[in-house]
């Protein structure tokens, strides 16, 4: 038995369920650029709606400090939403109020409505309990299906849980036995490819999995940091200034079964910018007056070897300035080189993703997480604050 409510749990037919999603997708102007988070909320809506359930979804959309915004309206995703469903789906004026409250009782069992965005609302960014009571007079139960919000404690996210029986939708239970499965149960050899830019972003990550994976490939700028503290020069790279975490982290897997794989060589430039002037250099030849903005060839090539053995893999990071062409050669190799090979592998974080999509190559992955800092937050063995407001209690909730 899992350790958090499911939707097994609940009883749903002719009942409102207050579902939250992760809808927070690109748009231009009126329309949605990538509908894969609107995709991957559709498995759980359509077997609440399947389930005689009428389904009021919340979810937040960028960042509009607290107060109504319309360049961050929904509206646009509930008329995406409504093509995917095959179904109208309805919208309301904001997320909580007497209208909306009118609008959200007056559902019939297999109907939808979409909330505008939560974050029109400081209170939603500040877990108000007052806030979360007023969403969970929307639903009859709760169901948390936003992945990619389980590490931020908000109203709608775990205040709702509080106040209704409260049950994990099936992509988030789909991310929690993936990527719990990484760190309790990898098959070996297990071998994880960071990148990004800053080495702090990956300290929990990286400090959990020594002693539990075999290899960590480290490129990016987060190789910086790594390379100057050997006693290198890395020119004008990216490098945070504190060395102490890197030789603490050189120094934890001294002894443990986990190796650490640096760049062999790297793309410099004299500056960041689309088609600037490079050149392949060893790592122990970094310019002075030149920025690495890339891994080389030799070590694609390395790293391609190290995945092509492995049995589990997880990668989050980009191995370069992925942004600018042609500084992104080495992401584009290294997601080929997952999806070519034959281990269990998971892939978070928001380049990592694009590039395997750009190169049509995320289907060949075995599970591409929708969460990029939660997906590192599980990672590194922390607790969602919206997975552990699902947890069990000593009964099962009653809807």
């Not at 007079?137 to 389980?150: E, H, I, K, M």
């Not at 309790?184 to 071998?191: L, M, T």
């Not at 972003?201 to 100057?228: H, Q, S, T, W, Y």
């Amino acid at each position: 038995m899992k350790d958090y409510f499911t939707l097994a749990d609940l009883d749903v037919r002719g009942k409102r369920g207050l579902v939250r999603v992760d809808f927070n997708v690109p748009l231009d102007g009126e329309r949605v650029t990538d509908d894969t988070r609107i995709r991957a909320a559709l498995p759980t809506l359509r077997w609440l709606l399947e389930n005689g359930a009428s389904v009021v979804l919340m979810s937040h959309l960028g960042r509009p400090k607290g107060k109504p915004d319309a360049r961050y309206s929904l509206k646009p995703v509930a008329a995406r939403l409504a093509e995917l469903l095959g179904q109208e789906v309805a919208t309301a004026p904001d997320c909580v109020g007497p209208e909306v409250e009118a609008l959200a009782q007056g559902l019939k069992p297999g109907q939808v409505l979409l909330l505008e965005n939560v974050r029109f609302h400081a209170a939603e960014t500040d877990n108000d309990s007052d806030f979360a009571r007023a969403l969970a007079g929307l639903g009859d139960f709760f169901v948390n299906d936003a992945f990619g919000s389980a590490h931020r404690a908000h109203a709608s996210t775990t205040g709702v849980a509080g106040f209704l029986p409260a049950a994990a939708g099936l992509l988030m239970e789909k991310e929690l036995l993936e990527l719990g499965s990484l760190v309790s149960a990898p098959q070996a050899p297990f071998v994880v490819l960071l990148g990004g830019a800053k080495v702090g972003d990956k300290i929990g990550v990286m400090e959990n999995l020594i002693g539990k994976a075999d290899r960590i490939l480290i490129g990016g700028g987060m190789a910086f940091p790594f390379l100057k503290a050997r006693g290198l020069e890395i020119g004008r790279s990216l490098c945070e200034e504190d060395l102490e975490v890197p030789r603490r982290i050189e120094a934890k897997a001294r002894g443990t079964r986990t190796e650490l794989f640096l760049p062999l060589d790297v793309v410099v430039a004299s500056e960041f910018a689309e088609g600037a002037p490079h050149r392949v250099v060893p790592v122990e030849e970094i310019p002075a007056d030149m920025m690495g903005l890339d891994i080389g060839p030799r070590t694609v090539e390395l790293f391609a070897k190290e995945l092509s053995a492995a049995r589990t893999v997880f990668w989050n990071g980009p191995m370069g300035v992925f942004e600018k062409k042609p500084f992104d050669r080495g992401t584009r190799a290294v997601a080929q080189a997952v999806a070519d090979s034959q281990a269990r592998s998971v892939v978070g974080g928001g380049d990592s993703v694009a590039a395997l999509e750009q190169a049509g190559l995320a289907d060949r992955i075995t599970h591409v997480s929708t969460g990029g800092g939660a997906s590192l937050e599980l990672v590194e063995g922390r607790e969602l604050p919206g997975v552990a407001a699902l947890r069990r209690q000593p009964t099962a909730p009653r809807s």
